[in-house]
């Protein structure tokens, strides 16, 4: 993996018709589209992990030329440890279900929306995520049960795939771009 990934990069610096050079332009632009290719949302990394990642913005081109892939892979870990993470709170939610007596809104497209400052936002959004898809469903005219089943088994699926996921698929991923929340 880490010599296609050099190939790869030897191949688009010289013989891509739009040759881009590898440095660290080109590497904070990679940076960039590997988390939101990752979390496009930004529903599984925190501001601290992002601040935790920063140093790594423009060292992406070092490491692909040296044939080490350790950055990326360290990122691609962190992201399907918040994923079983964030999955796992999800379902810890629908045990006593949600009153919607408060006046709350959740920012449904969160493409610009800023990163989590920490643990503590991240379980707020995803408090208010879950019970948006809870109120989703009981407007389809689900019981409460029903939607406990239904959002138990969504998130339980979710955390199968992603644990389903290895080496290979980091590189498939980050290489072809392929998403697995959308």
């Given at each position: ?38 979390d496009p949302d930004k529903v599984f990394f ?87 898809d809870w109120l989703r469903l009981k407007l ?43």
């Amino acid at each position: 993996q880490a010599q296609a990934a050099q190939l790869s990069a030897r191949f688009l610096t010289r013989f891509h018709y739009d040759a881009q050079p590898l440095d660290d332009a080109m590497s904070a632009k990679i940076y960039a589209d590997y988390f939101k290719l990752l979390d496009p949302d930004k529903v599984f990394f925190t501001q601290q992990d992002m601040d935790r990642f920063a140093p790594l913005k423009t060292k992406l081109d070092d490491a692909i030329w040296n044939e080490d892939l350790s950055a990326p892979f360290d990122i691609y870990n962190k992201f399907l440890q918040r994923a079983v993470q964030r999955m796992t709170y999800a379902r810890s939610l629908l045990k006593n279900g949600f009153s919607f007596d408060g006046n709350e809104s959740y920012q449904y497209d969160r493409k610009d929306a800023a990163w989590a400052k920490d643990d503590a936002a991240l379980d707020a959004l995803w408090r208010k995520r879950t019970m948006n898809d809870w109120l989703r469903l009981k407007l389809a005219g689900k019981s409460d049960d029903d939607i406990r089943k239904t959002l138990t088994k969504r998130y339980t699926n979710y955390i199968e795939r992603v644990k389903q996921l290895d080496g290979d698929d980091a590189f498939r991923f980050h290489r072809a771009g392929d998403g697995l929340v959308g």
